[in-house]
């Protein structure tokens, strides 16, 4: 896997923790994941109050993404760069 975030549903995930949890074994998060997004080194997640917006911090980057569009397997984003601030 290449360096970025995979994107899971939460009760693919809840479902997956309640097997390991009962028997054992279950499914990890990569293996449950509808798409892997290969943005580079992630430092910050944050998901918008309204679960409909992701943004992923990588170095002076941040990557803005459509949870929808990502469960569908789609992974167009947007880039907003921070050099500028930094005088870079």
Same mark, same amino acid.
């Given at each position: 896997?290449?360096?970025?975030?995979? $994107?899971? +549903?939460? %009760?693919? =995930? *809840?479902?997956?923790? %309640?097997? *390991? +949890?009962? +028997? #054992?074994?279950? /499914?990890?998060? @990569?293996?449950?994941?509808? *798409?892997? $997004?290969?943005? #580079? /080194?992630?430092? *910050?997640?944050?998901? !918008? !109050?309204?679960?409909?917006?992701?943004?992923?911090? =990588?170095? /002076?980057? &941040?990557?803005?993404? +459509? =949870?929808?569009?990502?469960? @569908? %397997? =789609?992974?167009?984003?947007? &880039?907003?760069?921070? #050099?500028?601030?930094? #005088?870079?």
């Amino acid at each position: 896997m290449e360096l970025g975030f995979c $994107v899971a +549903k939460t %009760k693919d =995930v *809840i479902a997956s923790a %309640k097997e *390991i +949890k009962d +028997k #054992g074994s279950g /499914r990890s998060v @990569q293996e449950l994941s509808v *798409i892997d $997004v290969p943005v #580079g /080194r992630v430092h *910050i997640l944050a998901l !918008s !109050s309204d679960s409909a917006n992701l943004a992923a911090v =990588v170095g /002076r980057e &941040i990557h803005c993404f +459509k =949870v929808n569009s990502l469960l @569908q %397997k =789609v992974s167009f984003n947007f &880039i907003f760069s921070f #050099g500028w601030i930094l #005088g870079t």
